[in-house]
Structure formats: C-alpha cells, structure tokens
C-alpha cells in the first residue's frame, strides 16, 4: 500500500478515535450531572468542533514521517466538565477520566473481533497482526489483506491511545484516576500539586524517553484484542 494512503488512514483513524474518546468524557459527565459539554456543543461528531491543528494534525504527521510510517499519535481538544455539577467531585472525576480510555479499548476489542470474520488465511493474518506496529505494509498481497491491515491498524491506535492516555501525569486521563485514588492526606496533595506544576515536563520527558514503558502492555493489549492466530 502506497505510504501516502496509509498515512490517510492513519489520521483518520486517529482523528475519529481522539473524538471518540473525548465524546466519552461528556457523555459520563452528563451521566454524572454535568451538562457542560452538552452546552459547548462537544457531544457531536462534527470533527471541527474537536480537532487541535498540533495535537490532530501536525504531530501525528511529523510522528508519521519521523518514525518512517510507524508511527502516529495525537490529540483532540479536552472536552470541558465542571465539578460542581458532580455529587462527588473526586470520584467523578475519576469516572470521566477512565470513560475516555475505555472507549479506545472498547472500539479496539470491536475491530478485533470484527478482523477474526474476514475471510483471510491464518497465517496472513498472524503476518499483518506482527507488521501493524512497525508500519510494514509488504505483507498486504489482497484487498482482503489490505483490510485486515486497516483493521488492525484501528485496534492499535485505539489500543495506544488508550495505555498512554492512562499515564498517571496531567493532563492525562491517568493522572484523574489518580488523584481520584489518592487519599486526602498532606502527602497525597504534595504529590498532586507536584504532578500539576511539572505534568507538561513530565509528558515530554515520557514521550521522548519513556514510550518504551509502556511498549510491552500495548503489545499484549494488541495482540489480545487482534487475536492470537490459534484462535483464529
């Protein structure tokens, strides 16, 4: 497949499933009795509403181009809530965070299951599952591959998107959860204010020279939802 093709697909994948994510925040919030992105108009689809020109476009492309079309990743702009709508600010909190990376594993797990249906061989199945994260598209050899491929592609965004988002460091969903855990001691709001003031540092610090984490739970979350090829 043509790389400019892949690089496409890519972005539109990555675009969708950065709404999908962030729409899943405003939905629990409204569950919970925070109508705020309701009235922002953040509970749609319409991709303008969500997209950050860096965060949508210009990382995830450099990223592509950067890693030779292995990679790719992003953001779309933080659907807003407002605790005090939220009975319970903290545990709300943390259910808003942990909707969004649901959301990716769930969308995942469907692509998965979708991709075992396909009428393609075993063994070029388990071929393309191991290709995905490197961006080898010389496996493909059918437009049934092809679509397997992009199949897979979806559940290894979604499940990257996911594991990153759920790194305990603001602005991270993980960082929500965190705090939603941590007990109202002096030390637990030593180590949330800490978290807040330096979470940017912290992110680019992990971007660059901590991914490496995090690699083998998105391998096994991947392979798991793409489905090992005995089970196939």
């Not at 690089?7 to 999908?20: A, E, G, P, Y």
């Not at 860096?54 to 790719?72: E, M, W």
């Not at 739970?217 to 939802?225: G, I, K, R, S, T």
Request: glycine share 10%; aromatic share 16%.
């Amino acid at each position: 497949m043509d790389s400019i093709v892949i690089l496409v697909f890519q972005l539109v994948v990555l675009i969708f499933s950065v709404m999908i994510h962030e729409i899943s925040h405003g939905y629990i919030a409204e569950y919970l009795g925070d109508p705020t992105a309701r009235l922002a108009g953040r509970l749609t689809l319409n991709p303008l509403k969500h997209l950050d020109f860096f965060g949508s476009f210009l990382l995830p492309v450099s990223l592509f181009f950067l890693s030779g079309g292995s990679f790719v990743f992003g953001w779309a702009k933080p659907v807003p809530y407002n605790p005090v709508y939220l009975k319970n600010p903290k545990s709300g909190a943390g259910k808003i965070a942990c909707a969004g990376p649901a959301s990716n594993f769930l969308f995942a797990l469907a692509f998965g299951i979708f991709g075992r249906f396909l009428p393609v061989g075993i063994s070029a199945k388990a071929n393309i599952i191991a290709a995905v994260p490197f961006g080898n598209t010389s496996v493909i050899h059918s437009p049934l591959e092809a679509l397997f491929y992009m199949f897979m592609l979806i559940v290894f965004i979604n499940i990257l998107l996911g594991i990153f988002n759920l790194v305990p460091v603001p602005p991270l969903d993980g960082s929500k959860v965190l705090f939603a855990l941590l007990p109202s001691t002096e030390s637990g709001l030593r180590l949330m204010s800490f978290l807040e003031r330096y979470g940017i540092v912290l992110i680019l610090i992990f971007i660059f020279f901590g991914f490496r984490l995090i690699t083998p739970l998105v391998d096994f979350l991947y392979f798991a939802a793409a489905g090992h090829p005995a089970g196939f």
